[in-house]
RNA sequence: GACCCUAUCGUCUAGAGGCCUAGGACACGUCCCUUUCACGGAUGCGACACGGGUUCAAAUCCCGUUAGGGUCACCA
């Protein structure tokens, strides 16, 4: 039975930054890796940013990346453990008793308007980094930081330093912007009588320029790739990269894999950017690994949550589109653009397309010539509607090509799109000829 | 400014003294596959920040310089 307690302490402000997404993975993937207990504690001692939404993007980002905890607050605002409550606001009379201890034994001194201040011992603070390795904080000129304002509210540090020691967290896994004050929350346990805990400073993302992400900055927020339509194991599996590598060339992992391989000392130490397009790429692979039935759901709830109406569709069509888009894209986002020829019968044309493939010498006459090969058609599959193309071009001594590319202007707009055959399979004969008739017309009376 | 951390291809990284004329991945270039666009395959471009040591031998150890990042709140 392992006792290592690892925590996630994130504060509600109205967003998960990836930096966070990023430290609550791996303070994750440690509690998984050892068999220990990862506790979710919000920092929530700030009342104006204190809100509702603010509270649920924490929770909802760690659902979608899958990392559940043993214990700590809940969604719906109640605790849950040994060592609640896990909210901060909650835990004032703690902090009280505390901070009177430490008044108490001289450890802390009141200044004339209320606020206290821990008296900073002027002796070296060593920091013994599972990650960073021993360092050593001079601190002669070291000032003796606010643990009470004078209004009577606890300052972060000190609530840090009690939550922790409260909840027997044995690891503290978090950015390394934290290093430089982590002398000071060991000089608060040790003041306390206690044992601080391990200490693990993970690098930090910084965005693609070279400076740390800010809040409101393009790719910040966790949410935005939710938006987009990014596939929750790919920016996991992204994420578990950035500072960690499973030392073999191998980057498309399982997390179970990462779970067993995962461990504090390999971390690296240097900072990492953000490098949109690998995280894209990664997705790409996940893409293609969904099985069907997931990436239907997929789709459909992330076309209904883009307000694309798919009432009334005939399912099988829908399935069938969906077949034969989804080698083209590796991204939800991209759905709507190449599923909506499908679905209106007054599709747009592609201006160049029209131009480059029916406007060109002979367009129109190959335009008309497929109409009549194909309202003889019999069997409508891709292999032999392939057969018949490939078979009138043969008849006329041209290329193929030079029939494909009108075809699909005119059954679908636009110039590129997945394979014609199949399109044409899939859409059914009534609605293609449908379409080229359409085409034909528009194309005589000039309005395309 | 003081203090702290870091330093391998544009980016993420492998490398813990000889296996390194430095490996992989993303991106980019070329070619192949192909009805388009992707995918896939092949191939190319591309890095040990700089200067001193230590050593028979340094990307790997030490020192300095430079550069980047972080922390110095009665924010979290």
Same mark, same amino acid.
């Given at each position: 039975m392992s006792t290592v307690r690892v925590r996630f302490a994130p504060s509600p402000t109205g967003m998960l930054h990836i930096g966070s997404a990023r430290s609550a993975l791996f303070n994750w993937l440690y509690a998984r890796h050892t068999g220990g207990t990862f506790v979710l504690r919000i920092e929530d001692t700030d009342k104006a940013r204190n809100t509702p939404e603010a509270m649920a993007a924490i929770f909802s980002g760690m659902k979608w990346l899958g990392l #559940?905890?043993? !214990?700590g607050a809940q969604p719906d605002g109640s605790s849950q453990g040994d060592y609640g409550p896990y909210f901060q606001s909650q835990r004032s009379d703690i902090y009280k008793a505390y901070g009177d201890k430490l008044l108490a034994s001289g450890k802390a001194y009141q200044e004339p308007d209320g606020a206290v201040r821990f008296k900073m011992p002027k002796t070296p603070g060593v920091v013994k980094d599972l990650i960073c390795g021993e360092i050593t904080f001079e601190r002669t000129m070291e000032p003796d930081p606010t643990i009470f304002r004078k209004d009577g509210t606890p300052v972060f540090h000190f609530v840090n330093v009690v939550d922790d020691l409260e909840m027997k967290i044995t690891h503290v896994i978090r950015g390394e912007d934290h290093l430089s004050n982590t002398h000071k929350h060991i000089a608060m346990f040790e003041a306390l009588g206690e044992q601080a805990p391990h200490y693990a400073h993970i690098p930090l993302i910084l965005n693609p320029g070279g400076s740390k992400m800010s809040?409101?900055? !393009? /790719?910040?927020?966790l949410s935005q790739y939710i938006e987009q339509g990014y596939l929750s194991a790919a920016v996991r599996n992204y994420l578990c990269l950035l500072g960690w590598s499973p030392k073999d060339n191998r980057e498309v992992l399982k997390i179970e894999e990462v779970i067993e391989k995962?461990?504090?000392?390999?971390? #690296?130490?240097s900072n990492a950017r953000f490098d949109i397009n690998k995280l894209y790429w990664m997705n790409g692979e996940y893409w293609r690994d969904l099985d069907k039935e997931a990436y239907y759901a997929f789709a459909k709830q992330h076309l209904k949550e883009h307000g694309i109406d798919l009432t009334g569709l005939d399912e099988s069509y829908l399935t069938g589109v969906l077949d034969i888009i989804r080698e083209k894209i590796?991204? /939800?986002?991209?759905l709507p653009d190449w599923l909506n020829p499908f679905l209106k019968e007054d599709f747009v044309y592609d201006a160049k397309a029209v131009e480059k493939s029916?406007?060109?010498? /002979?367009g129109t006459q190959r335009l008309q010539e497929l109409i009549e090969i194909y309202q003889k058609q019999e069997v409508w599959t891709a292999a032999e509607l392939e057969k018949s193309l490939a078979g009138l071009a043969l008849s006329k001594g041209a290329k193929p090509a030079l029939y494909v590319h009108p075809y699909r202007v005119g059954v679908a707009g636009c110039g590129v799109g997945p394979s014609l055959y199949h399109m044409l399979e899939v859409m059914g004969k009534e609605r293609v000829l449908s379409r080229l008739e359409r085409t034909k017309n528009l194309l005589a009376s000039a309005s395309i």
């Open positions: #559940n905890w043993d !214990e809040k409101r900055e !393009e /790719g910040a927020a995962f461990d504090l000392p390999q971390i #690296n130490r590796k991204l /939800g986002r991209d029916l406007k060109s010498e /002979g």
